[in-house]
């Protein structure tokens, strides 16, 4: 009986050694970094919803950010608003050439496009999602805030929190609620740790309060594509181009 107890524990011990652990999941931000190659980016869509008594679709945009070796260098960003005509940001550095949308007949003559600084998502950023998954240091803390489970992060960061660590936050939305605007996120990874779809919410109070937002939730759900593809964003012809914004 001795023998037979002492063979099983033999054998489960054996089994223990020999089941292969379990890989650790890889580390996100090492894998972003990996990515970051000038003349290579990223693709993405994206979808934005208003949600109160009903849900009410506010917008879509689909764009590609260019990468350098800190992150984002360049973004070219097409934005859909109801019956509207799509409006187009092409961002290069700090300069952003917008074209469509409202700017559709504002324009001089034989203009179009629009050059000016900031706001890289153009009228869009109004709706646009408000979390970038690109900019490494982003990402670090909505890493260090939310709490990672297999494939996915979840967390809450403030409006405050995301514009001392994103440059995308800081120049995409020129309308601000309130500081202290909570923001809920949820990020999925792929198995090498690069994030395919980020959701966010948050509460549209604020400068939304005269617009029949006040009480309501803005959603924004991105998915993320072709990590590390070859990508070239250039700026629009300069004979198309002007700075003046008509009245």
Not at 108 to 134: H, R
Not at 157 to 184: C, G, N, Q, Y
Request: aromatic share 8%; charged share 25%; proline share 5%.
């Amino acid at each position: 009986m001795k023998k037979t107890i002492t063979a099983l524990a033999a054998g489960c011990a054996f089994l223990a050694t020999a089941t292969p652990a379990q890989a650790a999941p890889k580390d996100p931000v090492r894998a972003l970094k990996s990515k970051l190659v000038s003349g290579h980016g990223v693709r993405f869509t994206e979808t934005t919803t208003l949600i109160g008594d009903g849900k009410v679709k506010l917008q879509t945009r689909k764009g590609t950010f260019q990468f350098d070796a800190k992150g984002i260098a360049a973004s070219d960003i097409t934005n859909k608003t109801g019956p509207a005509e799509p409006e187009r940001a092409i961002s290069i550095g700090k300069v952003t050439y917008t074209s469509g949308g409202i700017w559709e007949e504002r324009l001089p003559a034989g203009k179009t496009w629009l050059k000016s600084g900031g706001m890289p998502g153009g009228a869009g950023g109004f709706y646009g999602q408000v979390i970038n998954p690109a900019e490494p240091k982003t990402l670090a803390t909505l890493i260090k805030k939310g709490k990672l489970r297999g494939s996915t992060l979840t967390g809450q960061i403030t409006f405050k929190e995301l514009e001392k660590v994103s440059r995308w936050f800081d120049a995409s939305i020129p309308l601000r609620m309130h500081d202290d605007t909570k923001v809920a996120y949820t990020l999925t990874l792929t198995s090498a740790g690069l994030v395919s779809r980020v959701k966010s919410s948050y509460a549209a109070t604020g400068v939304f309060d005269k617009s029949g937002f006040d009480g309501k939730t803005i959603t924004i759900d991105s998915r993320f594509t072709g990590w590390g593809a070859k990508v070239s964003i250039k700026a629009p012809d300069p004979d198309t181009v002007t700075t003046d914004a008509g009245s």
